[in-house]
């Protein structure tokens, strides 16, 4: 049950442009809310729930935790919004410096800085447009970083590996109809 609340909850978060995906295993589940699939690609998570109302929603995670703290230190999402449009956003912990947003690069691509729109109990948010070119670079790049300033002035560099991006999206395209 845990999977199915967790689940919808990542989708239903994802179209107000915030994410909480939570990456696990591959399977199938019914549930009175609706049906809800998750397939594991390279170290990315395809994941789709059709609710009672038959609208298919459907968004790709990569969670990063720490061994040490056994705990979620970073969630990447990519997914639609309400409007269609193809976005992404990376969670990060509470205690980041919100001034400094997150700086987002893709392997040897110029870095940008993404500001943060929310904080929640559960992480701050820094959503932004998904354009085809980033696309095309992530597909031959092997990682994206992102880097947070703590308000600390401690800098928490992270990195999300690209493998099984190719496949992981197209299964997300074709899921996502």
């Not at 409007?83 to 205690?95: C, D, E, F, T, Y």
């Not at 092997?142 to 992270?158: E, G, P, R, W």
């Amino acid at each position: 049950m845990r999977t199915v609340v967790v689940l919808a909850a990542a989708v239903a978060a994802l179209s107000i442009g915030s994410d909480i995906g939570n990456a696990a295993g591959s399977s199938l589940h019914s549930a009175a809310a609706g049906q809800f699939t998750r397939q594991v690609i390279g170290d990315w998570v395809v994941a789709c729930a059709l609710p009672d109302d038959g609208h298919r929603s459907c968004m790709m995670t990569q969670t990063l935790s720490s061994r040490k703290l056994k705990k979620t230190v970073s969630v990447f999402t990519i997914g639609k919004d309400r409007a269609g449009k193809l976005k992404a956003s990376i969670r990060l912990p509470i205690g980041v410096a919100l001034p400094a947003g997150v700086i987002i690069g893709i392997e040897n691509q110029k870095r940008f800085a993404v500001p943060y729109s929310a904080c929640h109990r559960i992480g701050c948010f820094a959503p932004f447009d998904l354009t085809e070119p980033m696309l095309g670079q992530m597909r031959k790049a092997s990682k994206v970083s992102a880097v947070a300033q703590s308000v600390s002035k401690q800098a928490l560099n992270l990195n999300f590996s690209t493998r099984g991006f190719p496949d992981a999206y197209e299964t997300y395209l074709k899921e996502a109809r």
